[in-house]
Nanobody, 125 residues
Framework: VQLQASGGGLVQAGASLRLSCAAS????????MGWFRQAPGKEREFVAV????????YYANSVNGRFTISRDNAKNTVYLQMNSLKPEDTAVYYC???????????????????WGKGTQVTVSS
């Protein structure tokens, strides 16, 4: 699976951004899709995951209620709508794919099979 994330940028605190991730190479419905992020000097952090058919979602506590993950399997695309952005959301955001939902809910980033190149999100105060 090849993953290409886009939509990052520089915004002020309180603003919104929508990240997109275009997938190719294999049937997207075989995979759960998720987002991780990594801020400078910090470890990689789980953000959100969505199930193969879009029915199940799970979020990190730090973004729950502000971020929404969705997917359009017909377009082979996953989205991350980010509202009420905070400076602490500043990071490189990575789109991922994996056949195991549990790899996401246990924050086991080392077990995630497919990673795209990241997109930078910078939130100024």
């Amino acid at each position: 699976v090849q993953l290409q994330a886009s939509g990052g940028g520089l915004v002020q605190a309180g603003a919104s951004l929508r990240l997109s991730c275009a997938a190719s190479g294999r049937t997207l419905t075989n995979y759960h899709m998720g987002w991780f992020r990594q801020a400078p000097g910090k470890e990689r952090e789980f953000v959100a995951v969505i199930g193969q058919r879009g029915g199940n979602t799970y979020y990190a506590n730090s973004v729950n209620g502000r971020f929404t993950i969705s997917r359009d399997n017909a377009k082979n695309t996953v989205y991350l709508q980010m509202n009420s952005l905070k400076p602490e959301d500043t990071a490189v955001y990575y789109c991922t794919a994996d056949p195991s939902y549990r790899d996401y809910t246990t924050f086991n980033s080392n077990a995630i099979d497919y990673w795209g190149k990241g997109t930078q999100v910078t939130v100024s105060s």
